[in-house]
């Protein structure tokens, strides 16, 4: 039979004491603490899954975007650069067309005047039928007839002598009526070696030759 006492302050005192001299006390916590542990790091851990899923999921997303809006601004630089070249090649054949046009009306201005300026400046031809008449006024007898027969030999076929009477004239001199016999009263002097050509008032024959 076993009797129970009140506790006194031996016993009070005696709870604080560690169970036997080796090993202390168990604690209550000791088993609790586990459950505590796991229930405030599974909610942690499934933030952290759920977050690192999500973050490469966005940067996958973006980056699949990226690429996908990347093609076009590629493709619509190549076409702006191929459509920049291809209109700058046509801007210089346009070019090239265009000063080649100039040049050629330019040439085509410059050899219109030429042509005109040559037709208006070309010579007369020469007349071997025009009416010739060589004057003597030398003295010599048969000089005149001798220089006409000179030129009839040249070709000058309606030729003749003559003395030559008031003629102030001092030097032996060819001259012509007008301007369509100039070149031939040129080739008659050249004929004849004489150096002075004039125009004069000569009446009836086309060229007159003083011999002085």
Known sequence: MSSQYPKDEFDYAGEDMPVGIHRPRPSKWRSVWPFLAILVLAPL????????????????????????????????SAQSTQTSQTAQSANAAQSAQSAQSVASRAETQQSEPASGSQSASAPAPIRKDARISVLNGTGRNGLAAAKAEQLRGEGFTNTSAGNADNWAATVTTVYYKDSAMESTAREIANVLGITEVHAGNIGEPDIAVLLR
């Open 45 to 76: 851990l499934g933030w952290g899954v759920s977050t690192l899923l999500t973050s490469r999921g966005v940067i996958a997303q973006n980056n699949g975007t990226t690429a996908t809006v990347e093609q076009p601004v590629q493709t619509q």
